[in-house]
């Protein structure tokens, strides 16, 4: 998403609450493993990207 869209969903949307910032317990229910963090993800994709 480039830079002004990114700035204008965030106009319209606010900053996410602390609650909407949390990740679901379904998530590894969903899943059937443990979620991973983000940061692990980049590391394992980041060549998909380059």
Avoid: I, T
Avoid at 5 to 33: C, I, K, N, Q, T
């Amino acid at each position: 998403m480039v830079e002004e869209m990114a700035a204008g969903s965030l106009d319209v949307l606010g900053s996410p609450l602390p609650a909407e910032r949390a990740v679901s317990p379904d998530v590894e229910a969903v899943l059937h493993r443990a979620r991973g963090s983000f940061a692990g993800w980049v590391a394992r994709n980041a060549a998909a990207f380059g």
